[in-house]
């Protein structure tokens, strides 16, 4: 298993211009020092390089890059009342997304079957000509764009778990038929998107799949949803690669949303990707989204992980509670 991140994914932080973000370096830093503490559960550690603007525009429009290119060498500045740069946001979303790119290739080339970005900024609300939601670029849009101009494959299978919905993947994709996004999430929360009888446009008709779900719903309605819906369209569209915006804010204890998942329900979400991967011989990747309250973001990513690479034994995961 292969954890990909950069150190650059430490400096990008909203703070100065909102003091009260929730979006800070400490979720990372967080992640990484429980993961430390327990030998990266054995997971190999890379470096992510910078992904290029050529490879950013494959989602994203050349103003768009260029304008957030130019507001952090300008000193930084306010995107929208949500969504904030300083000088160091410019390399830190490069790596985000070369780490996302890399991760595919990697998976690609056959170096490994699962793997994991442990990025920031997120990217799934990043649409095409718009910056949004905490998200500069669009990480997992790009990895599946790169993969399939690139690297081989000719269907990407993105799955959403965050609480909100992913929008910029939706969007990104909309028109496709090579990319299968399918979005776990609150409805009616940030950002008001995602409704059931979306299903995308036009040659991408029926190749968006929104589930959203009642504020309040715990882990029996998002299991049978990968259980009944994802897992027979992901074997129908038989993707060569399986990527996963995830996010962990749809833990009860987070304070952006209202959904009722545990730590476990995020290993078992995670087994049930592992076991569809496995049965369709492709390669998995998941890419770090939400979570912003830091227990619950490292207990459950310390789950999945384990999950993923089958290693839910006490040792390995050493004390189940984890604090700051």
């Known amino acids: 298993m292969l ?47 910078a992904a290029t603007e050529r490879e950013l525009e494959l989602v994203h429009t050349p103003r768009l890059v260029a304008s957030i290119r130019d507001l952090c060498a300008g000193g930084g500045g306010e995107i929208d009342p949500d969504t904030f740069v300083v000088p160091a946001s410019w390399p ?21 079957t699962i793997a994991y970005c442990g990025i920031r900024p997120s990217g799934h609300h ?9 998200c500069l670029f669009n990480n997992v849009a790009i990895a599946a764009a790169v993969a399939i101009e ?21 969007e990104a994709f909309r028109h496709r038929a090579d990319v299968l996004f399918v979005s776990i999430h609150q409805q009616h929360l940030y950002p008001g998107t995602g409704h059931l009888d979306d299903r995308g446009s036009g040659p991408g008709e029926g190749y968006t799949l929104n589930l959203p779900v009642p504020a309040g719903s715990g882990e029996e309605l998002w299991l049978s949803l990968i259980d009944e819906t994802v897992v027979p369209a992901a074997a129908s569209f038989s993707p060569d690669l399986i ?21 476990e329900s995020f ?53 189940a509670t984890w604090r700051p």
């Open 3 to 49: 954890y990909f991140s950069h150190p650059t994914c430490l400096e990008h932080d909203p703070r100065p211009l909102m003091p009260s973000h929730p979006d800070t370096p400490e979720r990372l830093i967080a992640i990484e020092a429980a993961l430390a503490e327990r030998g990266w559960l054995g997971w190999e550690r890379r470096e992510a390089p």
């Open 92 to 112: 830190a979303a490069q790596h985000a997304a070369g780490a996302a790119i890399e991760m595919a290739r990697a998976l690609l080339a056959g170096e490994d």
């Open 126 to 134: 990043a649409e095409p000509d718009r910056a949004m939601g905490f």
């Open 150 to 170: 690139s690297l081989g494959a000719e269907r990407v299978l993105i799955l959403d778990w965050d609480v909100h919905h992913g929008n910029g993947t939706a």
């Open 243 to 263: 990527l996963v915006s995830a996010g962990f804010d749809a833990h009860r204890r987070d304070p952006l949303a209202g959904c009722q998942l545990e730590t």
């Open 267 to 319: 290993a078992r979400m995670a087994t049930r990707v592992r076991d569809l991967s496995t049965t369709l011989d492709v390669p998995l990747g998941l890419v770090q989204e939400g979570g912003y309250e830091p227990v619950a973001l490292v207990e459950s990513l310390l789950a999945t992980m384990a999950a993923l690479s089958d290693q839910s034994r006490p040792d390995m995961l050493g004390d």
